[in-house]
């Protein structure tokens, strides 16, 4: 049986609007971050402290985290792929830092410029930092199916890196389909090696949509009893070092899914799809996300 509630991260400020190519104003951003807590999104991943000259989308992040109205009960992470990036956050009250490595040696060198093992060393003193902070620390972990660069992942590096998430003191990790290339067993295998280190209920599904398997993957990660899924209002984004991907899977159509089984989100449907037609209007063009459009059409 599917677990009875589901928590959702939207990661759309962050992970779906960062490959935007015309800067999005941060007034967007924190309406966009408004209406999502509004909806009933209780975690929000609202931007990272990345290199400008890596992600110009990003640039903002101090603008942002400082213009949003916090509300009570929502938490607020952000990405910080090294020391410089987490004293930059630090200032700015994340409730969690999120550290951010690959599965695959070539997508961790192109997207932040190191190996594997570099990137570990880097985030050991940035989670060391968190939790004496008392900030949580999640691990996002990319390419567990595929790679842009590598092709297949096999499910022995995802224990690996999982594993070396562990060792430095990471809370939760994400198992992420960066290119939306995973099939259900495929994706499960990427699962249950990360359950080699974390449990069920510090383990994430992150699914970008772009070969449209990732409600297939998500309902494969129920099987297993996953209940932290993360997904981009109005399907949202990609990620600028994974060419033609395209976003996550649409908050939207993850909860109508979980709805329709019955499955508690605590995310008004409505609320929702007005979010993402909100941020679908600024930036000029129709909704990822087959829920909103069918929902809007009607
Ligand atoms: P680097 O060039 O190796 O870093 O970049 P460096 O330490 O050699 O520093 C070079 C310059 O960058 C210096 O500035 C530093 O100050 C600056 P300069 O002296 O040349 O003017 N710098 C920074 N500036 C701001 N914030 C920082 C920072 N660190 C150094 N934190 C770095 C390494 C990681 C910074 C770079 O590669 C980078 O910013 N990469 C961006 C990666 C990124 O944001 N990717 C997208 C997010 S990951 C993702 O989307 C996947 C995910 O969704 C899961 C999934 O779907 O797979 C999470
Ligand atoms: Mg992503």
């Known amino acids: 049986s599917y677990p009875s509630r589901v928590q959702i991260i939207d990661v759309g400020p962050r992970d779906g ?11 967007v951003k924190i309406e966009l971050v408004q209406r999502l807590q509004t909806a009933g999104l209780t975690e929000i991943e609202v931007t990272s402290y990345v290199s400008p000259k890596w992600v110009p989308q990003m640039a903002d992040n101090h603008a942002v985290m400082q213009g949003m109205a916090r509300q009570a009960g929502v938490r607020y992470s952000v990405l910080t792929p090294n020391l410089k990036g987490y004293e930059a956050a630090v200032l700015d009250q994340p409730d969690e830092i999120v550290v951010f490595g690959a599965a695959s040696e070539a997508f961790s060198q192109r997207n932040i410029n190191c190996s594997i093992a570099e990137s570990i060393e880097r985030f050991a003193p940035v989670v060391a930092a ?3 902070a008392g900030i949580a620390v999640r691990g996002a972990m990319s390419c567990t199916v595929g790679c842009p660069y590598e092709g297949d992942i096999a499910p022995e590096r995802v224990a690996y890196l999982a594993g070396l998430m562990k ?5 939760r990790v994400d198992v992420a ?3 939306g ?3 259900p067993r495929k994706v499960q295998a990427a699962i249950e090696a990360t359950l080699q280190h974390f449990g069920i209920n510090q383990v994430s599904g992150h699914f970008h949509d772009t070969y ?6 998500t309902l494969a990660s129920l099987e297993l009893g996953v209940w932290n899924f993360q997904s981009s209002v109005a399907g949202l984004g990609g990620c600028p ?20 089984l019955g499955i508690d989100t ?13 941020i679908s209007e600024q930036l000029g063009r129709p909704s990822g996300s087959r829920v909103a459009r069918a929902l809007l059409a009607k």
């Open 17 to 27: 609007l960062q490959n935007e190519k015309q800067p999005v104003p941060a007034a």
């Open 130 to 132: 968190a939790k004496a």
């Open 167 to 171: 060792g430095i003191g990471v809370e």
């Open 177 to 179: 389909d960066t290119i």
């Open 181 to 183: 290339v995973g099939t």
């Open 212 to 217: 449209g398997q990732a409600l297939s993957n």
């Open 241 to 260: 070092y994974a060419k033609g991907a395209t976003g996550n899977v649409a908050t939207e159509d993850v909860v109508y899914l979980l709805h329709g």
């Open 266 to 278: 605590g995310i008004d449907l409505d609320a929702l799809v007005d979010a993402g037609q909100y």
